[in-house]
């Protein structure tokens, strides 16, 4: 399988006069990447791919590093949250190794199975390497990627080509495919050029990503529907804005168009997206009731859905604990979503009774983002902990244990109920166990982490790096 060439260094967190972090470019083997003073904890470099390539397999040459974590990530990239995840932290050398600096060369070859699965079918240009040593200097040498062969010709087929060649001369009719990727090719910043979209009934801070997101691809917003308006980007059908644009004729579109048009980086047709509204604007109470109905089926569905999807994938053991905390924390949010709706069907009710007397009276009051607020969509989940398996062991203190639980499983992730292969992370409130240095060794990918980085997730809403959190002797 061929090697991926490495082109430049950007960056490096730190390296040694010496053993400087461009030897990694060199496919010598001799040749080491070390940090520059003895202790670092954490070190970290950027290395800038030749071309864009799809990741199969990965090599690693060991020099003295305990951990080694491999993220990858776009040239365009600006923050470190745009690097995701190929190689998840693993285990070259134990505490035991890493005190007594032995096996600090041990050579690691992580395949397909090993990377993560949705990382490795994209292709990157970025690779960044991180490596942890809480115990002595970290150094490391020999890092080298390979790439699937996407073209395995045999040599049958390269003589026929050969005899055939002028067969293989009129191929070049197909060049009129270039047209597609003209479209493809338009600028990010005018995708929505000539769109300009009113938003209503969305909640910050999601309401301001919306808009970004929209304004970034060239459409213009306006903060009630004027003559030039072309769409108006709605949560729901019983908003004021939603009656006042219907009634005018204009085009009504959900989230999702501008999303899609986003993720993928081209204008996709509005069609799709319009919004269904109610037959009937007289009967407020009907509508109350069929958007409470409606509520309730979608977050009955999601968590049915979910508690579906683990079933298939895992075969739990024991109890069904995450399940039952999961579909709490939806009824949770459930109710918070219920008494904001009454709220909004109070407010709504007073501003018909104002706009019978004053045609504008509603509609001033709609133009700051404050009462916007109050239209609350069915909160989406976040997946900050997709892919990882955590086990919880030793005592926690209070209902500590619950709560991480309820964390983990709301954040996407997997709470195992017996320590295996699959898992990943080891919380534990109890400090290090000498049972640990035997687990390290049965699964070098383990880290032991404490539960503050759980809590501190849950706390900033975002996805935060474990080392700051790890446990160590």
Same mark, same amino acid.
């Given at each position: ?39 670092? !904890? ?130 070049? !009719? ?33 309401r301001g990503e919306l808009r970004d997101k929209a304004l970034a691809m060239g459409a213009r917003y306006r903060p009630d529907w004027t003559p030039d308006s072309t769409h108006l980007i709605c949560a729901f059908a019983n908003t004021p804005k939603y009656s006042q644009v219907k009634a005018a004729g204009g085009v ?9 048009c986003h993720k993928t980086k081209q204008k996709i047709s509005f069609k799709r997206y319009l919004m269904n509204g109610a037959e009937s604007s007289s009967e407020s109470e009907a509508e109350e009731d069929e958007s409470e109905e409606e509520t309730q089926k979608a977050v009955l569905a999601l968590s049915v859905v ?163 959190y790890t446990v160590v002797p």
């Amino acid at each position: 399988m061929p090697e991926i060439k490495l082109k430049h260094v950007v960056s490096c967190s730190s390296e040694d006069n010496t053993h400087k972090a461009d030897n990694l470019l060199s496919s010598d083997t001799y040749r080491k990447w070390k940090a520059a003073r003895p202790g670092e !904890k954490q070190v970290s470099v950027i290395l800038q791919l030749e071309k864009e390539e799809q990741i199969h397999s990965i090599d690693i040459g060991n020099e003295g590093s305990a951990f080694i974590e491999v993220l990858v990530g776009h040239s365009t990239s600006v923050k470190d949250q745009d690097f995701q995840v190929l190689l998840v932290t693993s285990s070259f050398m134990s505490p035991t190794e890493s005190r007594n600096g032995t096996n600090t060369n041990r050579v690691r070859f992580f395949g397909p199975s090993q990377l993560v699965k949705a990382t490795a079918q994209e292709k990157w240009d970025c690779v960044k390497i991180v490596c942890s040593q809480p115990y002595s200097k970290v150094n490391m040498s020999r890092f080298t990627l390979q790439t699937r062969m996407h073209h395995s010709s045999s040599p049958a087929q390269k003589t026929s080509d050969k005899r055939e060649s002028p067969k293989s001369k009129p191929e070049p !009719k197909p060049k009129p495919k270039p047209k597609p990727k003209a479209k493809s090719v338009e600028p990010f910043n005018r995708i929505l050029e000539g769109v300009v979209f009113v938003l209503s009934g969305f909640q910050n801070p999601f309401r301001g990503e919306l808009r970004d997101k929209a304004l970034a691809m060239g459409a213009r917003y306006r903060p009630d529907w004027t003559p030039d308006s072309t769409h108006l980007i709605c949560a729901f059908a019983n908003t004021p804005k939603y009656s006042q644009v219907k009634a005018a004729g204009g085009v009504i579109v959900r989230k999702e168009w501008v999303m899609d048009c986003h993720k993928t980086k081209q204008k996709i047709s509005f069609k799709r997206y319009l919004m269904n509204g109610a037959e009937s604007s007289s009967e407020s109470e009907a509508e109350e009731d069929e958007s409470e109905e409606e509520t309730q089926k979608a977050v009955l569905a999601l968590s049915v859905v979910y508690v579906l999807g683990m079933t298939s994938q895992e075969t739990r053991k024991t109890d069904c604990l995450p399940i039952k905390v999961f579909i709490l924390f939806i009824f949770d949010c459930f109710r918070v979503e219920m008494e904001s709706r009454r709220k909004k069907a109070a407010k709504e009710s007073a501003a018909v009774q104002v706009k019978d007397e004053d045609l504008y009276g509603g509609s001033t009051d709609e133009n700051t983002d404050a009462e916007e607020e109050e239209d609350k969509p069915i909160p989406e989940l976040p997946d900050f902990l997709t892919g990882k398996r955590f086990y919880l062991y030793g005592k926690f203190p209070d209902n500590q244990k619950r709560q991480l639980q309820r964390y983990i499983i709301a954040f996407n992730g997997a709470v195992e109920d017996y320590m295996s292969e699959k898992v990943q992370f080891v919380v534990t409130s109890e400090g290090w166990d000498e049972s640990f240095e035997d687990a390290l060794m049965e699964n070098g990918n383990l880290s032991f982490v404490k539960p503050t980085w759980i809590f501190a997730i849950n706390d900033r809403q975002k996805m935060l790096p474990y080392q700051p959190y790890t446990v160590v002797p």
